[in-house]
């Protein structure tokens, strides 16, 4: 039987509680950036007005298929940057973890 922390919860409580917070994170990120990407730059055109001769011009659509991606992305992202930290916080003896909030 796993040796309860100090707090009341075993390891796996607590890598399950600070990977929560890493993903609810990442999703809430990501659907800021997708709602101003939306707002500022949807339906817009840019053009570069570059030096002497080049112009480039791009139409930009923020689509609900470019939203779904980036939500994945930040997902992923959050997935990948969230369970290295849960792990290690789960591992670290109590008195060293209290000791390093501070």
Excluded: N
Excluded at 21 to 44: D, H, M, N, Q
């Amino acid at each position: 039987m796993p040796i309860e922390r100090a707090i009341g919860f075993g390891a796996p409580g607590v890598v399950l509680s600070v990977f929560a917070e890493a993903i609810a994170l990442s999703a809430l990120g990501g659907c800021i950036g997708a709602c101003l990407a939306w707002l500022l730059y949807g339906g817009k055109t840019v053009d570069t007005k570059g030096g002497q001769f080049i112009q480039l011009v791009f139409h930009i659509d923020v689509t609900s298929t470019v939203v779904a991606e980036a939500l994945g992305a930040a997902l992923i992202i959050g997935v990948l940057g969230g369970l290295p930290p849960a792990v290690r916080a789960a591992r670290l003896p109590i008195a060293t973890a209290l000791r390093a909030v501070v």
